[in-house]
């Protein structure tokens, strides 16, 4: 298995607090990517990164952001939890984010289970 | 807009064919189509990935029409341990992978 590991696996928190949500590699990957899962949603993309410094959004960026300041972790941060940020989030890694390299498969995490009461 | 649209669930027995099919109209000249497979409380893993006609591996096949509209993922001999959700993706740019809701598959003995 890649050597990604998210911290924690599960959290409870309450409505307002600040929360971040951690994503460690060892792959050297450049890409890494946070999602959240939800019943009827699917995995939806929050925000990504290509790079140290380097990220962008997702389609539900809205009340999250993230920081990448190494290669190695991708930080995930809930300024002010809200219950509809109950979910569980999945970080992935990928070599490449671009498929003319062939190299694209993601690896994921095994997912850390938010709940914000 | 969506990127690919797949059945939401189907149902088989073990020891058949199963056929998954992804829509995918709008590819992009440089999207590949990949396939992932989840099981409950897992992250998705990567099953195959193609660009154009068939593609085969120890899991699966996937079938890539000359319009590239659509694949089909195909899983011979299913058994109960392929009870899982089945996601289509279809990427070619730096720009995230996009998950849709997936076909969730239901093997029955």
């Known amino acids: 298995d890649a050597g990604i590991t998210q911290s924690p696996r599960h959290k409870v928190t309450e409505t307002g607090t600040p929360v971040t949500l951690r994503c460690h590699q060892t792959?050297?990957?450049?890409?890494m990517y946070w999602y959240r899962q939800d019943p009827g949603h699917g995995l939806r993309l929050i925000h990504y990164?290509?790079?140290?410094?380097?990220?962008d959004k997702g389609e539900v960026s809205d009340g999250y952001s993230v920081s990448r300041s190494k290669t190695e972790d991708f930080l995930l941060t809930l300024e002010s939890a809200t219950s509809s940020q109950t979910s569980v989030y999945f970080c992935?890694?990928?070599?490449?984010?671009?498929?003319?390299?062939?190299?694209?498969?993601?690896?994921f995490g095994q997912g850390t289970r938010l709940t914000v009461v | 807009l969506a990127k690919t649209t797949q059945p939401i669930s189907m149902d088989s027995y073990e020891g058949q064919e199963v056929n998954i099919t992804c829509s995918h109209n709008?590819?992009?000249?440089?999207?590949?189509i990949t396939w992932y497979q989840q099981f409950p409380s897992q992250g998705p893993r990567f099953i195959i990935q193609?660009?154009?006609t068939k593609v085969t591996n120890e899991v699966a096949s996937l079938f890539i029409p000359a319009d590239r509209k659509s694949s089909t993922l195909s899983l011979p001999r299913v058994s109960l341990s392929d009870t899982a959700v089945y996601y289509c993706?279809?990427?070619?740019?730096?720009?995230?992978?996009?998950f849709g809701k997936g076909t969730h598959l239901i093997i029955q003995p």
């Open positions: 792959e050297n990957h450049r890409y």
């Open positions: 709008n590819i992009a000249t440089n999207d590949y």
């Open positions: 993706l279809v990427e070619g740019g730096a720009d995230g992978l996009t």
């Open positions: 990164s290509y790079g140290v410094k380097d990220t």
């Open positions: 193609g660009y154009k």
């Open positions: 992935a890694i990928s070599e490449s984010g671009d498929s003319l390299d062939r190299d694209t498969e993601a690896f």
